[in-house]
């Protein structure tokens, strides 16, 4: 699976992740699943490598914990974290994420704008990579 092509949606409501899934799946991206953030990062230490959609409020580990946890095993710089959440964040707790997150959505949210969000990053992670080489 190519990073440019590969989604992980982390929530625990099984219609978001269902939902969330068909929509990408029709747009023909990788994906995986995760119900909180412990499997986010079981998945990340797998080797996923790519867009995280990420919600906040979860059980087992909720999403601020989740970032948290990717800056310390060092998950941030590979990945690419869209919020995508009901709650709205603010505080200090925020403060200390906000840095590496590309997009915040708040639910319910408009399918076209994470689409084109989801497509944007993958065509400037596309344009950096040539530029590497």
Known sequence: ME???KIMIVDDDPDILLSLQML??????ELVTADNGWE???EL???FRGIIILDIMMPVMDGI?????????GFVEDNTII????????????????KYIYDYIQK?????????????IF????RNEKKII
């Not at 919020?83 to 906000?98: A, R």
């Open 3 to 5: 990073p440019q092509n």
């Open 65 to 73: 914990e989740t970032i948290k946890n990717m800056v310390i095993e």
């Open 40 to 42: 986010c990062l079981t």
């Open 123 to 126: 065509k400037d992670n596309k």
């Open 83 to 98: 919020v995508l959440t009901v709650k709205k964040v603010q505080g200090e707790e925020f403060d200390e994420i906000y």
């Open 108 to 120: 319910p949210f408009d399918v076209n704008h994470l689409l084109s969000t989801i497509r944007k």
């Open 24 to 29: 990408l799946e029709t747009e023909k991206y």
């Open 45 to 47: 230490k797998k080797g």
